[in-house]
């Protein structure tokens, strides 16, 4: 069940959305879940699983179902029909917006840190113990120095860029916009679903939702989702340099 706008976007119900948002994750989780296992069982570190996992599950399928509405609702297999936050920005918008949303998003992850270690020690054991995100940590830092390069290497490009691209377009230009029929709130609920997507890493969970409130604002009051893509990958590019220099100096 579909309907329209005014301008005679498609848009789509409650439900459906939320489907929308949750189930990649959900696929995302398993895939990555099983992989890490087989990974370990070869010696290698279950991060490359969480990395190969990006262009293997979250790349087809995002881009899949925005493939899949653009042939339904406009005949032709074009992202650019299915992205409706792509109005061109102003240098300012490029540069001076995304610097100040990743200030917000780095003085809000350090506020929240302590909550989001808390809730990572504390959330019942449903994560499989290899999969978790100290158990990850620690095999990076315990691999073989070929294999830790390799795996930044990877990091860099899968986590840096291509999960960004791929969720940004995802969440912030295909569903965000159907979502606005809820005003204020659709940002929020945006924002709160794509948190909940990670549940893979339940710790992360409210850290996300709370610093993607504002990006997801400032995407729908400028219909551009180029600046949400920014921010998300000046965030992704920091925690891949942060963790990496970080095992270098402790190994």
Request: hydrophobic letters at 55%.
């Amino acid at each position: 069940m579909t309907f329209h706008d005014k301008n005679g976007h498609s848009k789509l119900p409650g439900p459906l959305l939320i489907v929308l948002h949750l189930v990649p994750g959900i696929i995302f989780a398993v895939f990555f879940w099983v992989l890490s296992w087989m990974l370990i069982q070869r010696g290698l570190t279950a991060y490359l699983a969480l990395l190969i996992t990006v262009p293997a599950c979250l790349v087809p399928i995002e881009i899949g179902v925005m493939l899949l509405w653009s042939v339904r609702f406009t005949g032709t297999r074009s992202l650019s029909e299915a992205i409706r936050y792509r109005r061109k920005g102003t240098v300012v918008e490029y540069v001076v917006l995304p610097l100040l949303l990743f200030l917000c998003w780095g003085v809000l992850s350090i506020a929240l840190s302590p909550i989001s270690q808390y809730l990572e020690s504390h959330l019942p054991a449903w994560l499989p113990a290899w999969a978790t995100q100290e158990a990850l940590i620690h095999g990076v830092k315990s691999c073989p120095p070929m294999q830790r390069n390799i795996t930044f290497v990877l990091a860099v490009l899968f986590s840096g860029f291509v999960a960004p691209v791929i969720e940004e377009l995802y969440f912030r230009g295909f569903l965000l916009p159907r979502m606005e029929r809820w005003g204020w709130a659709a940002p929020i609920v945006n924002a709160l679903l794509f948190a909940i997507y990670h549940f893979y890493f339940p710790g992360n969970v409210l850290a996300i939702f709370v610093v993607f409130i504002p990006i997801s604002y400032v995407v729908m009051v400028k219909n551009n989702w180029r600046i949400g893509l920014i921010v998300h990958i000046m965030s992704n590019l920091w925690s891949v340099f942060t963790l990496f220099a970080f095992l270098s100096k402790a190994g």
